[in-house]
């Protein structure tokens, strides 16, 4: 509300009355202005939809490494590393080098192999519940859902279980063959191979930007599992089962080993393999950005 004289109705009252009636007789009249119209709210809409949170999976407990998990890498290293002395010892007694380090090389073809057939195995028959192997059953149907999983492992967690075998069987082996190089060689690359095989598994499902420039050296030298070479096992139809460098995987699906295998289980035990299959939940691949 405003007060607004109007000037013209205060001159003329002014000149019809007498100086001593001028504030009497005045008059003021008011005008109203109208209020400043109030702007037009809007309803606020709160999203109501609830935010799920991807779980962090470098802080997954089991994906961490424990202390037993370090003392059984360790105690596989240390068989490992035993058996490559005692080669090394008995190279120097005896004067021989050749065959010890002909008899290494055939170990590192050997673990190739064996790790494509024993990967074979625990990705079409078994589960957690098979006795021995039940666990890595298990990691390895988790693997073919997951694969980038592997990454966020860490290494004493990944080779536990085979740095124990290792140990069980290289231990006794040792003891018996110790003062035979050419035994020790061989067993002592192979058993070495194999133990680090889930490393090198880890490592072809990498990114090369952060590997270590050594491991992204090896594997474009194919020495050690590439994950160009890898990719071939997590599309259809499945193949490429060795994880140490991959150099028997042309021979064996050229030559059919795997289908020959799955036959001869299908037709002995009845079992018929994962890989028949069509891809159902067992063998789905979900992306990283998509976590379970």
């Known amino acids: 509300m405003s007060i607004l004289p109007q000037h013209h109705h205060l001159q003329h009252a002014a000149a ?14 008011c005008t109203a202005t109208p209020p400043n119209t109030r702007p037009k709210l809007q309803k606020l809409v709160a999203n109501t939809t609830p935010v799920i949170t991807q779980p962090k999976l470098d802080v ?3 994906l961490k490494s424990t202390w037993l998990h370090r003392a059984w890498l360790a105690t596989g290293s240390t068989t490992v590393v035993l058996s490559l002395a005692n080669s090394i010892i008995g190279s120097i007694d005896s004067h021989i080098w050749l065959e010890p380090i002909l008899s290494g090389f055939a170990g590192y073809l050997f673990s190739d192999l064996a790790t494509g057939i024993y990967h074979w195995g625990i990705d079409n028959y078994g589960d957690a519940s098979t006795p021995l192997i039940g666990a890595q059953c298990d990691m390895a149907l988790g693997h073919h859902k997951w694969p980038w999983k592997i990454t966020k492992r860490q290494v004493a967690n990944n080779l536990h279980l085979l740095a124990g075998g290792v140990t069980f069987t290289m231990l006794p082996i ?19 191979c194999v133990m680090f095989s889930q490393q090198f598994h ?3 499902h990498g990114t090369k930007s952060k590997l270590p420039p050594i491991v992204v050296a090896l594997q474009d030298a194919g020495v050690l599992l590439s994950p160009s070479h890898h990719v071939g096992h997590h599309t259809p139809p499945y193949k ?3 994880i140490v460098s991959g150099v028997w995987d042309r021979f064996l699906d050229k030559h059919m080993v795997y289908e020959a295998l799955e036959m001869a289980v299908f037709h002995k035990f009845g079992l018929r393999p994962r ?3 069509e891809p159902d939940n067992d063998c789905m691949v979900e992306a990283e950005a998509s976590p379970p």
């Open 16 to 29: 019809t009355t007498g100086h001593h009636h001028h504030h009497r007789n005045r008059r003021v009249y």
């Open 60 to 62: 997954d407990p089991s």
């Open 174 to 192: 040792n003891l018996i063959y110790h003062h035979q190089p050419v035994v020790m060689g061989f067993l002592g690359v192979a058993s070495g």
């Open 202 to 204: 880890a490592w072809a």
């Open 240 to 242: 490429n089962y060795c």
């Open 275 to 277: 890989s028949w299959s």
